[in-house]
């Protein structure tokens, strides 16, 4: 599935028109996710459907979604931009970003550097890079030119192989380890406690996907995590904000934040 996405993505990518540049001063992802505003970071998916569970929620405002995660205290947001798979959109993003006060990951197939020029002009603070798709030389590539424009990346791995090898080239300085199996898309929480023990103390660590419960919660964050990645149980809650309080268990943000 991973790599018909990416060919469908190579062949976008030889028609991307660049949008007009919004003008927007960027929020650091890194910073909301070190001083979350809970006991374990928060970013929060705006998600209408993926290849593997179809559409997730029908009726989607992408604008109230957002402003409502913001209300229910997320520390970040994280909207997808890929059309085909995932109905997601770019001006979903560019709105978001202008209408919420929260660092926005880009979340998409990022594999060529036209990608960071079009992701700084749609206002994204952040975007995702997925280890697999390219090699670690150009992913380390990627990673540097993104930075050099003030993006920030969250560094994506599946297996504990991945991450090694990536770490013998250079240490992103945001992890994500994607409890999704690509392959059989089926999610295991296991693959944080597994993958965690290797990410470096001095890299912020994201568990991503199939976060669905409090339990899963303190499941992710007594493997080290420092924040979660979570699309679907929150997309299917009654209100973004309900879903926010329930996967919390109801732990308040702090009053100073
Ligand atoms: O909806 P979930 O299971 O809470 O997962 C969110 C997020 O981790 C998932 O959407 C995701 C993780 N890595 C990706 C790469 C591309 C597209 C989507 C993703």
Sequence with gaps: MLKQIIETKRKELKELVQPDEINVSRKSLYKALATPKRSIGLISEVKKASPSKGIIREDFHPE??????????????????????????????????????????????????????????????????????????????????????????????????????????????????????????????????????????????????????????QKVRNAGANAVLVGESLMRADTPQKGIQTLFGGEPVEATS
Excluded: W
Aim: charged share 25%; hydrophobic share 40%.
């Design 64 to 217: 109230l979604i957002a402003k409502g995660y913001e209300e229910g205290g997320a520390d970040a947001l994280s909207v997808l931009t890929d059309q085909v798979y995932f109905q997601g959109h770019r001006d979903y993003l560019s709105a978001i970003k202008q209408l919420v006060d929260l660092p926005i990951l880009r979340k998409d197939f990022i594999i060529h550097p036209i990608q960071i020029e079009e992701s700084v002009r749609m206002g994204a603070d952040a975007i995702l890079l997925i280890a697999g798709v390219m090699p670690n030389k150009d992913l380390k590539r990627l990673y540097e030119e993104a930075t050099a424009t003030g993006l920030e990346c969250l560094v994506e791995v599946h297996e504990k192989e991945e991450l090694e090898s990536l770490l013998e080239l250079f240490t992103p300085a945001i992890i994500g380890v994607n409890n999704r199996n690509l392959k059989t898309f089926t999610t295991d929480l296991t693959q944080t406690e597994l993958i965690g023990e290797q990410v470096p103390k001095e890299s912020l660590f994201v568990s991503e996907s199939g976060i669905h419960t409090y339990e899963d919660l």
